[in-house]
């Protein structure tokens, strides 16, 4: 009887103390792909939206602030573009983001997060590249025994997935 309650008084003491937190900048960084053809040399990070902020009682969430961060790193990092620009001229590239959605499970062993983000790239005011990338990403109770941080884990791993694969579609559009 007294090992029944200890194990509801850890369980407890787990779910409480335990508050969630939104998709990171460095987990949703791409850091591991090279672009094979540079696509431009400036580009500016006209918007993004779609993101929710992160309820510290409820579930992790993916911030269109720190997507944006992510995704300006990933950028940096893939050397697509040589930098990024925080004002656009008309010769510069331009691109959108949207998270149309991101799907989390609500329980399980194993959390799978799905994202669908869509992606609108310009160059002189001209859309270039128009792309609706779906991409899923997971966590085991290996990775976090931990609920709300194993979401957040996955939803890091699904984001920056999205990010990947943008990244490599754009070698369509490269010179």
């Known amino acids: 009887m007294k090992l029944k309650y200890l194990g509801l008084i850890v ?11 939104g998709a990171t900048i460095e987990g949703m960084t791409v850091k591991d792909y090279k672009t094979e053809k540079k ?8 918007s993004v939206t779609g993101g929710k902020k ?30 990024i620009t925080s004002i656009t001229n008309d010769d510069d590239w331009v691109l959108e983001i949207n ?8 329980f399980g062993a194993t959390f799978t997060v799905k994202t669908a983000i869509e992606y609108k790239l310009y160059y002189q ?3 270039m590249f128009s792309k609706n990338i779906k991409q899923s990403g997971s966590a085991r109770t290996s990775d976090a025994l931990i609920g709300v941080k194993r ?12 990010i990947k694969e943008f990244l490599q579609s754009l070698n369509e559009i490269a010179p």
């Open 11 to 21: 369980f407890v003491s787990i779910f409480f103390t335990s508050c969630a937190s």
């Open 39 to 46: 696509v431009g040399d400036k580009i500016f990070i006209k």
């Open 54 to 83: 992160t309820n510290p009682l409820w579930t992790s969430k993916i911030s269109n602030e720190n997507f944006e961060e992510a995704f300006k790193k990933s950028v940096v990092e893939s050397e697509v573009f040589s930098k």
């Open 99 to 106: 998270l149309v959605s991101v799907d989390q499970p609500f």
């Open 125 to 127: 005011n001209k859309l």
């Open 151 to 162: 979401l957040r884990l996955a939803n890091e791993v699904s984001a920056k997935n999205n």
